[in-house]
Protein backbone atom coordinates (compact mmCIF):
# COMPACT_ATOMS: atom_id res chain seq x y z
CA UNK A 1 0.00 0.00 0.00
CA UNK A 2 2.71 2.26 0.97
CA UNK A 3 4.92 1.17 -1.82
CA UNK A 4 1.79 1.91 -4.26
CA UNK A 5 1.54 5.80 -2.62
CA UNK A 6 5.32 6.30 -3.54
CA UNK A 7 4.93 4.66 -7.11
CA UNK A 8 1.52 7.43 -7.27
CA UNK A 9 3.78 9.81 -5.92
CA UNK A 10 6.50 9.14 -8.28
CA UNK A 11 4.82 9.07 -11.11
CA UNK A 12 3.04 12.69 -10.03
CA UNK A 13 6.37 14.09 -9.98
CA UNK A 14 6.75 12.70 -13.38
CA UNK A 15 4.17 14.27 -14.71
CA UNK A 16 4.80 17.94 -12.70
CA UNK A 17 8.49 17.59 -14.12
CA UNK A 18 7.38 17.29 -17.97
CA UNK A 19 4.52 19.97 -17.27
CA UNK A 20 7.09 22.39 -16.37
CA UNK A 21 9.60 21.68 -18.63
CA UNK A 22 7.06 21.46 -21.66
CA UNK A 23 6.85 25.46 -21.19
CA UNK A 24 9.88 25.79 -23.23
CA UNK A 25 9.86 23.89 -26.09
CA UNK A 26 12.00 20.29 -24.97
CA UNK A 27 12.81 20.29 -28.71
CA UNK A 28 14.90 23.08 -29.20
CA UNK A 29 18.69 23.19 -27.95
CA UNK A 30 18.92 24.58 -23.99
CA UNK A 31 22.26 27.45 -23.53
CA UNK A 32 23.06 27.65 -20.01
CA UNK A 33 25.23 30.77 -18.46
CA UNK A 34 26.03 31.75 -14.87
CA UNK A 35 26.64 35.21 -14.93
CA UNK A 36 27.53 37.37 -11.87
CA UNK A 37 27.74 41.08 -11.62
CA UNK A 38 30.13 43.02 -9.80
CA UNK A 39 31.29 46.24 -9.50
CA UNK A 40 34.80 47.34 -11.25
CA UNK A 41 36.73 50.25 -11.48
CA UNK A 42 37.38 51.25 -15.50
CA UNK A 43 38.25 54.82 -17.22
CA UNK A 44 36.43 54.90 -20.05
CA UNK A 45 36.29 58.89 -20.38
CA UNK A 46 40.34 58.80 -18.90
CA UNK A 47 39.28 59.27 -15.45
CA UNK A 48 38.48 56.30 -13.06
CA UNK A 49 35.11 55.66 -12.37
CA UNK A 50 32.97 52.93 -10.56
CA UNK A 51 31.03 51.02 -13.29
CA UNK A 52 28.95 47.94 -13.39
CA UNK A 53 30.25 44.15 -14.66
CA UNK A 54 29.07 41.22 -15.54
CA UNK A 55 31.69 38.18 -15.19
CA UNK A 56 34.59 41.11 -15.14
CA UNK A 57 33.57 42.40 -18.78
CA UNK A 58 32.73 46.19 -19.43
CA UNK A 59 30.25 45.89 -21.85
CA UNK A 60 28.66 42.23 -20.24
CA UNK A 61 29.29 39.23 -22.45
CA UNK A 62 27.79 39.24 -25.60
CA UNK A 63 24.97 36.28 -25.92
CA UNK A 64 24.80 34.87 -29.26
CA UNK A 65 22.10 32.48 -29.66
CA UNK A 66 19.67 30.85 -32.54
CA UNK A 67 16.27 31.28 -33.13
CA UNK A 68 13.91 29.07 -30.80
CA UNK A 69 17.23 28.56 -27.98
CA UNK A 70 15.91 28.12 -24.27
CA UNK A 71 17.83 30.28 -22.37
CA UNK A 72 18.88 29.47 -18.74
CA UNK A 73 20.83 32.54 -17.37
CA UNK A 74 21.91 31.86 -13.67
CA UNK A 75 22.31 36.12 -12.60
CA UNK A 76 24.33 36.08 -9.36
CA UNK A 77 23.95 39.52 -8.16
CA UNK A 78 27.11 40.74 -6.46
CA UNK A 79 26.14 44.72 -5.78
CA UNK A 80 24.94 46.28 -2.80
CA UNK A 81 21.94 47.22 -4.69
CA UNK A 82 19.24 45.01 -5.91
CA UNK A 83 19.60 44.32 -9.66
CA UNK A 84 17.66 42.95 -12.46
CA UNK A 85 18.36 43.02 -16.21
CA UNK A 86 15.79 43.33 -19.38
CA UNK A 87 16.01 41.15 -22.58
CA UNK A 88 15.71 44.61 -24.73
CA UNK A 89 13.76 43.55 -28.11
CA UNK A 90 13.46 39.52 -26.61
CA UNK A 91 9.49 39.09 -26.88
CA UNK A 92 8.92 36.86 -24.21
CA UNK A 93 6.37 34.67 -25.93
CA UNK A 94 3.70 33.78 -23.32
CA UNK A 95 6.15 34.71 -20.82
CA UNK A 96 6.36 38.01 -18.74
CA UNK A 97 7.78 36.60 -16.11
CA UNK A 98 10.73 36.52 -17.07
CA UNK A 99 11.34 40.14 -18.71
CA UNK A 100 13.50 41.37 -15.99
CA UNK A 101 11.42 44.88 -14.80
CA UNK A 102 9.98 45.61 -11.80
CA UNK A 103 6.63 45.63 -12.58
CA UNK A 104 6.95 41.53 -13.28
CA UNK A 105 9.85 40.60 -11.35
CA UNK A 106 11.00 41.28 -7.88
CA UNK A 107 14.70 42.77 -8.01
CA UNK A 108 17.46 40.29 -6.96
CA UNK A 109 18.62 41.13 -3.28
CA UNK A 110 22.47 41.64 -2.94
CA UNK A 111 24.27 38.43 -2.94
CA UNK A 112 21.61 36.43 -4.30
CA UNK A 113 20.64 35.33 -7.75
CA UNK A 114 17.78 34.60 -9.90
CA UNK A 115 18.04 31.86 -12.66
CA UNK A 116 16.58 33.49 -15.58
CA UNK A 117 14.58 30.86 -18.23
CA UNK A 118 13.30 32.09 -21.55
CA UNK A 119 13.45 30.91 -25.14
CA UNK A 120 14.64 33.65 -28.16
CA UNK A 121 10.93 32.49 -29.88
CA UNK A 122 10.43 33.41 -33.47
CA UNK A 123 13.08 36.26 -34.14
CA UNK A 124 16.25 36.60 -35.92
CA UNK A 125 18.46 39.99 -35.35
CA UNK A 126 20.10 42.95 -33.05
CA UNK A 127 19.12 42.91 -29.82
CA UNK A 128 20.40 43.82 -26.43
CA UNK A 129 20.20 43.49 -22.67
CA UNK A 130 20.91 46.49 -19.54
CA UNK A 131 19.89 46.66 -16.42
CA UNK A 132 16.17 47.90 -15.17
CA UNK A 133 16.80 48.95 -12.07
CA UNK A 134 17.69 52.45 -10.76
CA UNK A 135 20.19 53.94 -12.93
CA UNK A 136 22.38 50.99 -13.37
CA UNK A 137 22.13 51.37 -16.78
CA UNK A 138 24.14 54.27 -16.21
CA UNK A 139 26.99 52.84 -14.89
CA UNK A 140 27.00 49.84 -17.81
CA UNK A 141 26.01 46.21 -16.71
CA UNK A 142 24.74 46.12 -21.24
CA UNK A 143 25.76 43.42 -23.53
CA UNK A 144 24.58 42.41 -27.29
CA UNK A 145 22.41 39.78 -27.44
CA UNK A 146 22.41 38.65 -31.40
CA UNK A 147 19.63 36.08 -31.95
CA UNK A 148 20.99 34.34 -35.31
CA UNK A 149 19.03 32.23 -38.03
CA UNK A 150 18.63 28.27 -37.84
CA UNK A 151 20.17 26.31 -40.40
CA UNK A 152 17.64 26.16 -43.50
CA UNK A 153 15.66 29.69 -43.02
CA UNK A 154 18.11 31.67 -45.37
CA UNK A 155 18.51 35.44 -44.46
CA UNK A 156 18.16 38.26 -47.28
CA UNK A 157 21.79 38.55 -47.77
CA UNK A 158 24.95 36.69 -48.39
CA UNK A 159 26.47 35.80 -45.30
CA UNK A 160 29.02 38.28 -44.21
CA UNK A 161 32.36 37.90 -43.42
CA UNK A 162 32.45 38.80 -39.96
CA UNK A 163 30.03 40.28 -37.68
CA UNK A 164 30.67 42.99 -35.56
CA UNK A 165 28.78 44.65 -32.26
CA UNK A 166 28.59 47.96 -31.58
CA UNK A 167 26.78 49.19 -28.32
CA UNK A 168 27.34 53.11 -28.63
CA UNK A 169 25.81 55.51 -25.91
CA UNK A 170 26.16 58.66 -24.19
CA UNK A 171 28.45 58.47 -20.98
CA UNK A 172 28.68 60.09 -17.77
CA UNK A 173 31.68 60.28 -15.48
CA UNK A 174 29.34 60.53 -12.31
CA UNK A 175 28.70 57.68 -10.51
CA UNK A 176 25.34 56.07 -10.73
CA UNK A 177 23.95 56.80 -7.46
CA UNK A 178 24.92 60.33 -7.29
CA UNK A 179 23.17 60.95 -10.76
CA UNK A 180 19.78 59.10 -9.15
CA UNK A 181 19.78 61.42 -6.51
CA UNK A 182 20.16 64.26 -8.41
CA UNK A 183 16.46 63.06 -10.65
CA UNK A 184 15.17 62.08 -6.97
CA UNK A 185 15.73 65.47 -5.87
CA UNK A 186 13.17 66.87 -8.40
CA UNK A 187 15.94 67.78 -10.79
CA UNK A 188 17.03 67.16 -14.35
CA UNK A 189 20.26 65.21 -15.37
CA UNK A 190 23.18 67.25 -17.06
CA UNK A 191 24.55 66.55 -20.65
CA UNK A 192 26.23 63.69 -20.99
CA UNK A 193 30.49 64.07 -20.76
CA UNK A 194 30.88 61.85 -23.72
CA UNK A 195 29.99 58.66 -25.50
CA UNK A 196 31.64 55.33 -25.53
CA UNK A 197 32.27 53.15 -28.46
CA UNK A 198 31.39 49.61 -26.54
CA UNK A 199 32.59 50.70 -23.39
CA UNK A 200 35.87 52.85 -24.78
CA UNK A 201 36.84 55.66 -26.25
CA UNK A 202 38.89 54.21 -29.38
CA UNK A 203 38.62 50.81 -30.44
CA UNK A 204 39.16 49.36 -33.71
CA UNK A 205 37.05 46.43 -36.04
CA UNK A 206 39.54 45.02 -38.89
CA UNK A 207 38.90 43.75 -41.74
CA UNK A 208 39.97 42.42 -45.45
CA UNK A 209 40.05 44.66 -48.41
CA UNK A 210 37.07 43.24 -50.49
CA UNK A 211 35.41 41.73 -47.70
CA UNK A 212 31.86 42.78 -46.36
CA UNK A 213 31.03 42.71 -43.20
CA UNK A 214 27.92 43.18 -41.01
CA UNK A 215 27.96 46.29 -37.97
CA UNK A 216 24.85 45.14 -35.47
CA UNK A 217 24.31 49.15 -34.23
CA UNK A 218 22.72 49.42 -30.61
CA UNK A 219 21.74 52.89 -29.10
CA UNK A 220 22.46 51.52 -25.40
CA UNK A 221 22.47 55.39 -23.67
CA UNK A 222 21.17 57.41 -21.33
CA UNK A 223 19.36 60.64 -23.42
CA UNK A 224 20.47 61.38 -26.59
CA UNK A 225 20.18 60.35 -30.63
CA UNK A 226 23.51 59.84 -32.45
CA UNK A 227 24.47 59.66 -35.89
CA UNK A 228 26.54 56.63 -37.37
CA UNK A 229 28.58 57.09 -40.47
CA UNK A 230 31.62 55.63 -41.39
CA UNK A 231 33.99 57.50 -43.29
CA UNK A 232 35.02 56.79 -47.50
CA UNK A 233 32.42 53.87 -47.39
CA UNK A 234 28.35 53.65 -47.81
CA UNK A 235 26.35 51.17 -45.05
CA UNK A 236 23.55 49.42 -46.29
CA UNK A 237 20.76 49.04 -43.88
CA UNK A 238 19.48 45.29 -43.66
CA UNK A 239 17.89 44.53 -40.27
CA UNK A 240 16.03 47.24 -37.81
CA UNK A 241 15.38 44.75 -34.02
CA UNK A 242 14.52 41.92 -36.06
CA UNK A 243 12.99 42.97 -39.18
CA UNK A 244 14.62 42.35 -42.63
CA UNK A 245 14.62 46.22 -44.26
CA UNK A 246 14.75 46.66 -48.18
CA UNK A 247 18.57 47.46 -48.84
CA UNK A 248 18.82 50.93 -48.98
CA UNK A 249 22.54 52.28 -49.16
CA UNK A 250 23.26 55.19 -47.20
CA UNK A 251 25.93 57.97 -45.95
CA UNK A 252 24.90 57.90 -42.73
CA UNK A 253 21.86 56.78 -40.10
CA UNK A 254 20.15 58.17 -37.38
CA UNK A 255 19.98 55.81 -34.36
CA UNK A 256 18.05 56.87 -31.11
CA UNK A 257 17.99 55.45 -27.78
CA UNK A 258 17.30 52.10 -27.54
CA UNK A 259 16.92 51.46 -30.66
CA UNK A 260 19.31 48.36 -33.06
CA UNK A 261 20.11 48.43 -36.72
CA UNK A 262 22.32 46.40 -38.41
CA UNK A 263 24.52 47.44 -41.42
CA UNK A 264 26.59 45.74 -43.98
CA UNK A 265 29.77 47.57 -44.96
CA UNK A 266 32.26 46.67 -47.75
CA UNK A 267 35.60 47.71 -47.79
CA UNK A 268 36.10 48.77 -51.29
CA UNK A 269 38.44 51.66 -50.48
CA UNK A 270 42.01 51.79 -50.72
CA UNK A 271 44.08 49.97 -48.04
CA UNK A 272 44.19 52.54 -44.91
CA UNK A 273 42.38 53.14 -41.94
CA UNK A 274 39.23 54.48 -41.83
CA UNK A 275 36.78 56.81 -39.19
CA UNK A 276 33.98 55.23 -37.27
CA UNK A 277 31.68 58.11 -36.29
CA UNK A 278 28.77 58.48 -33.69
CA UNK A 279 28.11 61.69 -33.00
CA UNK A 280 25.26 63.13 -30.81
CA UNK A 281 21.90 64.90 -32.31
CA UNK A 282 19.43 67.51 -32.05
CA UNK A 283 21.63 69.35 -29.21
CA UNK A 284 23.43 72.61 -29.60
CA UNK A 285 26.52 70.60 -27.97
CA UNK A 286 28.12 67.53 -29.67
CA UNK A 287 29.67 64.27 -28.30
CA UNK A 288 31.45 62.88 -30.82
CA UNK A 289 33.18 59.32 -30.42
CA UNK A 290 35.23 57.53 -33.18
CA UNK A 291 36.80 54.22 -33.40
CA UNK A 292 38.72 52.34 -36.12
CA UNK A 293 38.21 50.25 -39.68
CA UNK A 294 41.24 48.80 -40.08
CA UNK A 295 42.07 47.14 -43.49
CA UNK A 296 44.26 44.43 -42.60
CA UNK A 297 46.21 45.23 -45.12
CA UNK A 298 46.75 49.14 -44.58
CA UNK A 299 50.04 50.60 -43.30
CA UNK A 300 48.16 53.81 -42.96
CA UNK A 301 46.72 55.22 -39.56
CA UNK A 302 43.55 57.60 -39.57
CA UNK A 303 43.88 60.87 -41.13
CA UNK A 304 41.81 63.58 -42.38
CA UNK A 305 38.92 65.43 -41.02
CA UNK A 306 35.97 63.33 -39.26
CA UNK A 307 33.30 62.80 -42.07
CA UNK A 308 30.81 65.33 -41.35
CA UNK A 309 26.57 64.60 -40.08
CA UNK A 310 23.58 65.74 -41.08
CA UNK A 311 23.08 69.51 -40.81
CA UNK A 312 19.63 69.51 -40.46
CA UNK A 313 17.65 68.67 -37.75
CA UNK A 314 14.85 66.80 -37.34
CA UNK A 315 13.54 67.24 -40.88
CA UNK A 316 16.21 64.90 -42.54
CA UNK A 317 15.70 62.43 -39.82
CA UNK A 318 12.48 61.57 -40.34
CA UNK A 319 12.46 62.02 -44.01
CA UNK A 320 14.84 58.96 -43.78
CA UNK A 321 12.94 57.18 -40.99
CA UNK A 322 10.46 57.32 -43.47
CA UNK A 323 12.77 55.04 -45.88
CA UNK A 324 12.95 52.52 -43.87
CA UNK A 325 10.70 49.63 -45.44
CA UNK A 326 10.00 46.10 -44.70
CA UNK A 327 11.51 43.24 -47.61
CA UNK A 328 7.61 41.62 -47.70
CA UNK A 329 9.50 38.86 -49.33
CA UNK A 330 12.09 38.37 -46.91
CA UNK A 331 11.41 35.47 -44.74
CA UNK A 332 11.01 35.90 -40.74
CA UNK A 333 12.12 33.74 -38.24
CA UNK A 334 10.14 31.02 -40.19
CA UNK A 335 10.07 30.25 -43.96
CA UNK A 336 7.41 32.51 -44.90
CA UNK A 337 7.55 36.06 -46.09
CA UNK A 338 7.41 38.87 -43.46
CA UNK A 339 4.74 40.47 -45.89
CA UNK A 340 2.31 37.30 -45.49
CA UNK A 341 0.43 38.76 -42.15
CA UNK A 342 -1.81 42.10 -44.62
CA UNK A 343 -1.17 44.93 -40.76
CA UNK A 344 -2.30 47.09 -43.55
CA UNK A 345 -5.83 45.47 -44.21
CA UNK A 346 -6.87 45.49 -40.63
CA UNK A 347 -8.88 47.97 -38.83
CA UNK A 348 -7.67 48.72 -35.33
CA UNK A 349 -10.43 47.57 -32.10
CA UNK A 350 -9.11 51.33 -30.95
CA UNK A 351 -6.79 54.12 -31.08
CA UNK A 352 -4.79 55.13 -28.33
CA UNK A 353 -3.05 57.97 -27.87
CA UNK A 354 0.03 58.97 -25.28
CA UNK A 355 1.01 62.69 -24.61
CA UNK A 356 4.24 62.99 -22.74
CA UNK A 357 4.97 65.90 -20.95
CA UNK A 358 6.75 67.27 -18.31
CA UNK A 359 5.34 68.65 -15.03
CA UNK A 360 6.20 69.53 -11.59
CA UNK A 361 4.66 67.45 -8.89
CA UNK A 362 4.76 68.29 -5.60
CA UNK A 363 7.46 70.96 -6.54
CA UNK A 364 9.61 68.21 -8.09
CA UNK A 365 10.30 67.38 -11.81
CA UNK A 366 8.31 64.23 -12.79
CA UNK A 367 7.74 63.00 -16.33
CA UNK A 368 3.85 61.74 -17.00
CA UNK A 369 2.16 60.02 -19.65
CA UNK A 370 -1.47 61.29 -20.15
CA UNK A 371 -1.24 63.40 -16.53
CA UNK A 372 -0.15 59.83 -14.80
CA UNK A 373 3.46 59.39 -13.72
CA UNK A 374 4.31 56.38 -12.92
CA UNK A 375 5.82 55.33 -9.62
CA UNK A 376 6.96 51.55 -8.93
CA UNK A 377 4.82 49.43 -6.03
CA UNK A 378 7.21 47.33 -3.82
CA UNK A 379 5.38 44.18 -5.30
CA UNK A 380 5.37 43.62 -8.96
CA UNK A 381 1.93 44.13 -10.93
CA UNK A 382 2.33 41.15 -12.46
CA UNK A 383 3.19 38.87 -8.77
CA UNK A 384 -0.06 41.13 -7.55
CA UNK A 385 -2.26 40.23 -10.28
CA UNK A 386 -1.35 36.27 -10.38
CA UNK A 387 -1.66 36.54 -6.32
CA UNK A 388 -5.05 38.56 -6.52
CA UNK A 389 -3.25 40.99 -3.94
CA UNK A 390 -5.49 44.01 -4.05
CA UNK A 391 -3.88 47.60 -3.49
CA UNK A 392 -0.90 47.28 -5.51
CA UNK A 393 -1.94 48.90 -8.60
CA UNK A 394 -5.39 49.80 -9.65
CA UNK A 395 -7.38 49.62 -13.11
CA UNK A 396 -7.23 52.20 -15.64
CA UNK A 397 -5.45 54.52 -13.44
CA UNK A 398 -4.70 55.90 -16.78
CA UNK A 399 -6.80 56.70 -19.78
CA UNK A 400 -6.09 56.22 -23.32
CA UNK A 401 -6.21 59.51 -24.37
CA UNK A 402 -4.52 62.64 -22.78
CA UNK A 403 -6.46 64.59 -19.74
CA UNK A 404 -6.43 67.91 -19.07
CA UNK A 405 -6.22 68.21 -15.87
CA UNK A 406 -3.49 67.56 -12.99
CA UNK A 407 -0.74 65.46 -13.50
CA UNK A 408 -0.49 62.65 -10.63
CA UNK A 409 1.56 59.84 -9.53
CA UNK A 410 -0.18 56.44 -10.07
CA UNK A 411 1.25 52.78 -10.41
CA UNK A 412 -0.60 52.86 -13.72
CA UNK A 413 -1.95 49.75 -15.73
CA UNK A 414 -3.94 50.18 -18.80
CA UNK A 415 -6.09 46.99 -19.66
CA UNK A 416 -6.34 45.53 -23.32
CA UNK A 417 -8.16 42.58 -24.60
CA UNK A 418 -5.30 39.65 -25.80
CA UNK A 419 -5.93 39.50 -29.86
CA UNK A 420 -6.83 42.82 -30.29
CA UNK A 421 -5.12 44.51 -32.92
CA UNK A 422 -5.09 48.08 -31.96
CA UNK A 423 -3.27 52.01 -33.09
CA UNK A 424 -1.09 53.79 -30.43
CA UNK A 425 -0.21 57.17 -31.54
CA UNK A 426 2.80 58.77 -29.54
CA UNK A 427 1.74 62.63 -29.25
CA UNK A 428 4.72 64.58 -28.63
CA UNK A 429 3.67 68.23 -27.20
CA UNK A 430 7.15 68.86 -25.91
CA UNK A 431 10.15 70.19 -27.69
CA UNK A 432 12.63 67.42 -27.00
CA UNK A 433 12.86 63.93 -28.47
CA UNK A 434 10.90 61.10 -27.62
CA UNK A 435 11.73 57.01 -27.72
CA UNK A 436 9.08 54.80 -26.77
CA UNK A 437 9.53 50.98 -26.73
CA UNK A 438 7.46 48.57 -25.52
CA UNK A 439 8.34 44.91 -23.92
CA UNK A 440 7.03 41.79 -25.45
CA UNK A 441 6.10 42.72 -29.09
CA UNK A 442 7.16 44.40 -32.01
CA UNK A 443 4.80 46.62 -33.74
CA UNK A 444 4.55 48.52 -37.07
CA UNK A 445 5.63 52.23 -37.09
CA UNK A 446 2.52 53.05 -39.43
CA UNK A 447 3.56 56.77 -39.91
CA UNK A 448 5.84 59.99 -38.67
CA UNK A 449 4.38 63.46 -38.74
CA UNK A 450 4.41 67.24 -37.30
CA UNK A 451 2.09 68.88 -34.74
CA UNK A 452 -0.83 67.33 -33.97
CA UNK A 453 -2.24 63.97 -34.77
CA UNK A 454 -5.89 63.50 -35.84
CA UNK A 455 -7.61 60.92 -37.99
CA UNK A 456 -7.14 62.28 -40.88
CA UNK A 457 -3.27 61.86 -40.79
CA UNK A 458 -3.95 58.39 -41.00
CA UNK A 459 -4.08 59.02 -44.93
CA UNK A 460 -0.31 59.57 -44.83
CA UNK A 461 0.30 56.18 -43.24
CA UNK A 462 2.25 53.60 -44.67
CA UNK A 463 0.08 50.40 -44.89
CA UNK A 464 1.85 48.53 -47.17
CA UNK A 465 5.75 47.71 -46.10
CA UNK A 466 6.28 49.96 -42.65
CA UNK A 467 8.77 47.34 -40.80
CA UNK A 468 8.67 46.02 -37.26
CA UNK A 469 10.37 46.96 -34.26
CA UNK A 470 10.67 47.67 -30.78
CA UNK A 471 11.69 51.30 -30.19
CA UNK A 472 10.03 53.82 -31.96
CA UNK A 473 11.22 57.67 -32.10
CA UNK A 474 9.23 60.68 -32.13
CA UNK A 475 10.18 64.09 -32.69
CA UNK A 476 9.78 67.40 -31.04
CA UNK A 477 6.24 69.03 -31.55
CA UNK A 478 5.43 65.38 -33.42
CA UNK A 479 3.49 62.37 -33.79
CA UNK A 480 4.11 58.67 -34.51
CA UNK A 481 1.89 56.27 -35.08
CA UNK A 482 2.27 52.35 -34.71
CA UNK A 483 -0.34 49.74 -35.12
CA UNK A 484 0.57 46.67 -32.51
CA UNK A 485 -1.32 42.91 -32.43
CA UNK A 486 -2.03 41.83 -28.96
CA UNK A 487 -0.87 38.20 -29.46
CA UNK A 488 1.49 38.37 -26.18
CA UNK A 489 -0.64 37.79 -22.77
CA UNK A 490 1.01 39.10 -20.17
CA UNK A 491 2.02 42.70 -18.57
CA UNK A 492 4.00 44.54 -19.85
CA UNK A 493 5.84 47.49 -19.71
CA UNK A 494 5.56 50.68 -22.51
CA UNK A 495 8.34 53.28 -21.44
CA UNK A 496 10.13 56.01 -22.25
CA UNK A 497 13.63 54.48 -23.35
CA UNK A 498 15.56 57.73 -22.27
CA UNK A 499 16.18 56.44 -19.03
CA UNK A 500 15.76 59.70 -17.15
CA UNK A 501 11.80 59.57 -18.45
CA UNK A 502 11.45 56.52 -17.04
CA UNK A 503 12.84 56.84 -13.81
CA UNK A 504 11.28 59.79 -13.20
CA UNK A 505 7.77 58.26 -14.59
CA UNK A 506 7.14 58.60 -18.35
CA UNK A 507 6.22 54.32 -18.08
CA UNK A 508 2.85 52.15 -17.69
CA UNK A 509 1.90 48.80 -18.13
CA UNK A 510 -0.56 47.10 -20.17
CA UNK A 511 -1.91 44.16 -19.12
CA UNK A 512 -2.98 42.03 -21.98
CA UNK A 513 -5.56 40.13 -20.97
CA UNK A 514 -7.49 36.99 -21.64
CA UNK A 515 -10.60 36.14 -19.50
CA UNK A 516 -9.66 32.20 -20.42
CA UNK A 517 -6.28 31.58 -18.31
CA UNK A 518 -4.63 29.22 -20.71
CA UNK A 519 -1.03 27.81 -20.43
CA UNK A 520 -1.65 27.57 -24.39
CA UNK A 521 -2.00 31.73 -23.86
CA UNK A 522 0.31 32.15 -20.72
CA UNK A 523 3.04 30.31 -18.63
CA UNK A 524 2.24 29.37 -15.09
CA UNK A 525 4.57 31.50 -12.23
CA UNK A 526 7.98 29.91 -12.46
CA UNK A 527 8.94 27.83 -9.73
CA UNK A 528 12.11 29.83 -8.69
CA UNK A 529 10.23 33.38 -9.22
CA UNK A 530 11.63 35.66 -6.16
CA UNK A 531 8.89 36.28 -4.10
CA UNK A 532 8.87 40.40 -2.53
CA UNK A 533 6.47 43.06 -0.83
CA UNK A 534 2.78 42.08 -0.51
CA UNK A 535 3.88 38.65 -2.46
CA UNK A 536 6.11 37.24 0.23
CA UNK A 537 4.47 34.18 2.01
CA UNK A 538 2.53 33.25 -1.30
CA UNK A 539 3.69 30.23 -3.07
CA UNK A 540 4.72 30.11 -6.68
C1 LIG B 1 20.50 30.25 -7.48
O1 LIG B 1 21.57 29.40 -7.86
C2 LIG B 1 21.42 28.06 -7.38
C3 LIG B 1 22.73 27.32 -7.62
O2 LIG B 1 23.26 27.54 -8.88
C4 LIG B 1 20.24 27.43 -8.07
O3 LIG B 1 20.07 26.10 -7.66
C5 LIG B 1 18.99 28.24 -7.71
O4 LIG B 1 17.87 27.73 -8.37
C6 LIG B 1 19.19 29.71 -8.05
N1 LIG B 1 18.07 30.49 -7.54
C7 LIG B 1 17.09 31.00 -8.30
C8 LIG B 1 16.03 31.75 -7.57
O5 LIG B 1 17.03 30.88 -9.51
C1 LIG C 1 14.27 40.97 -50.32
O1 LIG C 1 14.48 39.63 -49.97
C2 LIG C 1 14.61 38.78 -51.09
C3 LIG C 1 14.53 37.33 -50.60
O2 LIG C 1 15.60 36.99 -49.77
C4 LIG C 1 15.90 39.14 -51.79
O3 LIG C 1 16.12 38.27 -52.88
C5 LIG C 1 15.82 40.58 -52.26
O4 LIG C 1 17.04 40.99 -52.81
C6 LIG C 1 15.44 41.52 -51.13
N1 LIG C 1 15.08 42.80 -51.70
C7 LIG C 1 15.61 43.98 -51.38
C8 LIG C 1 15.13 45.14 -52.16
O5 LIG C 1 16.40 44.14 -50.50
Same mark, same amino acid.
Given at each position: ???????????????????? *???????????????????????????????????????????????????????????????????????????????????????????????????????????????????????? &??????????????????????? *??????????????????????????????? @??? +????????????????????????????????????????????????????????? @????????????????????????????????????????????????????????? +??????????????????????????? &???????????????????????? &?????????????????????????????????????????????????????????? *????????????????????????? @????? &??????????????????????????????????????????????????????????????????????????????????????????
Amino acid at each position: MARGRAVILQLICVVLAVLS *FSLVNADDPYRFYTWTVTYGTLSPLGSPQQVILINGQFPGPRLDVVTNDNIILNLINKLDEPFLLTWNGVKQRKNSWQDGVLGTNCAIPPNTNYTYKFQTKDQIGSFNYFPSTAMHRAAG &GYGGLNIYERPRIPIPFPNPDGD *FTLLIGDWFKTNHKTLRETLDSGKSLPFPDG @VLI +NGQAHSTFSGDQGKTYMFRISNVGMSTSFNFRIQGHTIKLVEVEGSHTIQNIYDSLD @VHVGQSIAVLVTLNQAPKDYYIVASTRFNRQVLTATATLHYTNSQTPVSGPLPAGPQ +NQFHWSMTQARTYRWNLTANAARPNPQ &GSFHYGQIIPAKTIVLANSAPLIN &GKLRYAVNSVSYVNSDTPLKLADYFNIPGVFSWNSIQGTPSSGPSYVATSVMQVNHHD *FIEVIFQNNENVMQSWHLDGYDFWV @VGFGS &GQWSQAKKRTYNLVDSLTRHTTQVYPNSWTAIYVSLDNQGMWNMRSAIWERQYLGQQFYLRVWNQVQNLANEYGIPSNALLCGKAVGHRP
